[in-house]
């Protein structure tokens, strides 16, 4: 079956489901340190629930199947009638994979695939065991329902319940209860007596599991009840009923609201609920309830909406595409804004001036705000990590703690989306090669338990990322030896480096002190990506490392990727911008400070030797020399991946914060070009990409 | 062309001419979006030959091909009668160099014939066909093509 449906229906699953399998990768593993947490429970049962609903008003049944299945051991675990197990946690682990690749099935227009049917039985399974080893399961599917003849006849004559015909229902009931019967949860004695509730205390209530079960076999075997009608009789319901010896119109909850729509969507498969009662030896048995999955879309639909409706709107969802038009108009305006400043010193006029200075104000506080549309919370990169740190873990046998900081430090959308993977290695990295196993901590008197460290912190206009571990720590002669042994650098420079130089190798390619590969790491091409990638956000990633005590790692990078703080200077007639994150200072080029050694030009400057290059004859064509004007030329000292190098321009002419203007068309990926922008005189000067242009061109 | 009826039935198409080393090309004036007289184009350093550079189009960046170099002419000094035509092709905006632009034309669909596969390959590549006009031959130039195929895929993973 292809997935016709109407986009926007669609498009609306995937981005609401999406967000509800982020929180349950979060949740999920939560629940693995507090499988007690009935709320926490609960939320997750309702996330597959609502994934589930989407997915079958979708037709996703491979989809619905797998997402029913773990719901239905959720709801056995909230309601305390199933001890979560850690070969369970794995299982529903393994539930929140298949449940990702099916919807990255159908994010890209498949059909999902279904579920490894050893998943969904082993899902089955913890249903059965549960209810097997309580004993009172004779045959599975049976459905047993305390009460009298009336309400059989509700079951049996009953396709819709009416609220009137509700009322009577539980009426009946009670009365059933004020006589004589109670109804008890038998099922499970050990669970109710888990709950502190012994059955005398519960004479004459219901409490509410039991009414909750109750309802779900009156639907379970009603011939489909009309939704809508269920659920506006359901609203009116009382929560607790046992909390009133009449039973008055009230509230069910949310929760149980869709538990019992649950059972009404379930898959035919009868409720796993046996009743007994201890007075009336009454039973009606229902083999085989009728499956019930052929309700009106629009109905379902109702439903899927429903947790929407709970929680009052104040946020608009907007396209992402919207917002980056809005910054690209705000950039726009900052460009004329920019211009506008830049004439001002032609206007004798006071009033222009302040206008202007009235017009800068207004521009800069747009930008912020609407920079801030952008921001959200570290928290989205940070959710996939309880994950990620327990899962490798486990297969690496260490034991370890993952504590996470900042989490609410907002970030642009699009720079917490590029994070992502560096983070991710980063973590891996400090999960696998810093963290030692407990029994090497333990020798070393440190506690079993390792402990990883997330923290995120704004820093003015930058975010500072720290992953920092108690693990090893790095050993700077190990790959000092290691970088020379690779060939990667001769003996003589390596021995040059100090500590911190030594800790920066690993950001070389080709490099990893790891001696077997691993699924894990160790092939050597992580860091390095990591780096280059760091470094096309225009941040910076910086170790420290103490043998024995542990690592740090410090991302560094700018609030926004949008507007970018630089350097402008001047070539020829062309305007060039560096990046301000990359230079460290600005000299004078003149007679003192330069030589030449083996044939290339080096500038000292602070008592450091340096070389230099002429940036004109790298950019502009029509340079044919490579000499520099001493004593008309500035210096600037840029900084790339631990080297600093002089590069040589004409003038500079300052700061100026720009926005990126990707180049156009053809020019992307140029090396050495990092984008363009319009310059307040509405030229345009072209961003260089420093480390891109060293690699060209020295 | 002049004085003929409109019809509603798409029977001919509207081309921009211009010309470039005395032959009269023609694209659909559909594809473009306007064009530019003077305006300067800031070369980049390591670009490809036949990018010219990027212009300032009214805040948006735009890159700027020579025709020239890409139809395999030589290129020439911009003079007062160069245009860059800004076209629209795959969803990207382009700016084309061209020697200069006369006007729009009527073409009839079924008066275009397929080019003639002589020439040299860089400029036959990208030629939709042939139209005779005023005695000459009009040549209509594909965008699509302009630029190769793996080119354009490359400029829409922007």
């Known amino acids: 079956m292809a997935i016709d449906f109407d986009d926007e229906i669609l498009q609306d699953f995937l981005v609401e489901a999406g967000e509800i399998l982020e929180q349950l990768n979060e949740q999920l593993v939560n629940l693995e340190y507090s499988p007690e947490n009935y709320d926490l429970l609960n939320s997750i049962f309702r996330g597959f629930h609502t994934i589930k609903g989407g997915g079958s008003f979708l037709h996703l049944t491979n989809l619905v199947e797998v997402c029913h299945q773990s719901e239905d051991v959720f709801n056995l675990l909230r309601n305390r009638e199933l001890i979560l197990d850690s070969a369970m946690m794995d299982a529903f682990l393994r539930v929140l994979d298949e449940v990702n690749k099916m919807f990255e099935e159908v994010r890209n227009g498949v059909d999902p695939t279904a579920a490894d049917p050893a998943l969904l039985l082993s899902l ?35 396709g819709e319940i009416t609220d009137e015909e509700f009322e009577n229902l539980l009426n009946i009931l009670q009365k059933d209860n004020e006589s004589k019967s109670k109804i008890e949860d038998e099922k499970n004695p050990k669970l109710a007596a888990g709950n502190n509730k012994t059955p005398s205390a519960n004479s004459d209530e219901i409490s509410d599991d039991e009414f909750e079960a109750l309802l779900d076999d009156l639907h379970g075997v009603g011939a489909g009840p009309k939704n809508s009608i269920v659920k506006s009789t359901i609203s009116k319901k009382e929560t607790s009923l046992a909390s009133k010896p009449e039973i008055k119109a009230d509230e069910i909850s949310d929760d149980e609201f869709e538990s019992l729509l649950d059972h009404i969507h379930g898959k035919g498969k009868g409720p796993n609920v046996i009743r007994q009662p201890d007075s009336n030896q009454e039973f009606i048995q229902v083999n085989d309830p009728e499956p019930v999955h052929t309700l009106e879309p629009t109905v379902k639909h109702a439903v899927v909406s429903k947790p929407k409706a709970v929680q009052i709107e104040t946020t608009v969802r907007v396209d992402t595409a919207r917002l980056d038009d809005i910054m690209n108009l705000v950039g726009e305006l900052v460009l004329a804004r920019n211009r506008l400043i830049t004439l001002r010193g032609t206007f004798e006029d006071e009033r222009v001036h302040k206008a202007i200075s009235n017009l800068d104000m207004v521009t800069g506080d747009l930008q912020t705000a609407v920079m801030k549309t952008r921001m959200q919370p570290v928290k989205k990169v940070f959710g996939r990590f309880p994950r990620v740190v327990r899962d490798m873990a486990r297969s690496l046998n260490k034991e370890i703690e993952l504590e996470m900081k900042g989490e609410e430090t907002d970030l642009d959308k699009n720079l917490i989306e590029a994070l992502a993977d560096p983070l991710v290695h980063l973590v891996r990295n400090s999960v696998d090669h810093g963290i030692e196993s407990p029994e090497v901590r333990k020798a070393a008197g440190k506690s079993r338990v390792g402990i990883v460290t997330l923290t995120a912190q704004q820093e003015g206009d930058h975010i500072l990322l720290s992953i920092s571990d108690d693990g090893a720590g790095m050993d700077p002669e190990i790959l000092r030896n290691k970088v020379i042994e690779k060939g990667l650098m001769d003996v003589d420079s390596a021995s040059r480096l100090d500590n911190k130089g030594c800790f920066d190798l690993i950001f070389m390619p080709g490099l990893s002190t790891k001696k077997e590969i691993t699924d894990v790491s160790g092939r050597g091409v992580g860091m390095d990506v990591v780096k280059t990638k760091i470094n096309q956000l225009n941040g910076s990633i910086d170790i420290e490392s103490i043998l024995g005590e542990g690592t740090t790692l410090t991302i560094k990078v700018p609030l926004t990727l949008a507007i970018l703080p630089t350097l402008m200077v001047q070539l020829g007639t062309r305007k060039f911008a560096l990046p301000l994150s990359n230079v460290i200072e600005i000299f004078e080029l003149n007679a003192k400070n330069l030589s030449v050694v083996d044939g290339r ?49 004409d003038r500079v002419i300052g700061q100026e914060e720009v926005v990126i203007k990707p180049l156009g068309a053809m020019l992307l990926g140029l090396p050495g070009m990092a984008g363009s922008t319009i310059t307040g005189d509405g030229n345009i000067a072209i961003i260089l990409d420093v480390q891109g242009l060293l690699k060209r061109f020295a | 062309m002049a004085g003929e009826p409109v019809t509603d039935t798409p029977v001919k198409i509207q081309c ?26 800031a070369p980049v350093p390591g670009a490809p030959n036949y990018v010219i550079g990027i212009i300032n189009l009214r805040g948006n960046v735009v890159s700027v091909i020579d025709a020239r170099t890409r139809f395999g002419l030589a290129s020439i000094e911009r003079t007062g009668m160069s245009r860059i035509i800004v076209i629209e092709a795959h969803k990207q905006i382009i700016g084309v160099l061209v020697d200069s632009v006369a006007e729009v034309v009527d073409v009839k669909l079924d008066e275009i014939e397929t080019a003639p596969n002589v020439g040299n390959d860089e400029s036959s590549r990208y030629i939709d066909g042939v139209v005779s006009w005023r005695d000459k031959l009009l040549i209509l130039v594909d965008l699509n093509k302009l630029l190769s195929e793996a080119e354009w895929g490359t400029i829409s993973k922007i």
Request: glycine share 4%.
């Open chain 1, 601 to 649: 030009k080096i500038v000292l400057n602070r008592g450091k030797s340096s070389p230099i290059f002429y940036l004109r004859s790298w950019l502009l064509k029509d340079t044919d020399t490579t000499e520099f004007e001493i004593n008309k030329s500035q210096v600037i000292m840029v900084k790339v991946a631990n080297t600093s190098v002089g590069l040589v321009v």
């Open chain 2, 16 to 41: 921009v001419t211009f010309e470039l080393n005395n032959e009269t090309y023609g694209i659909n004036v559909m594809q473009v979006q306007e064009v530019l007289r003077e305006i300067e184009v």
């Open chain 1, 124 to 158: 089955m399974n913890m249903q059965n065991i549960d209810l097997i080893s309580t004993g009172v399961v004779e045959a599975k599917n049976d459905v047993v329902i305390t009460s009298n003849d009336a309400v059989s006849d509700f079951v049996e004559s009953e």
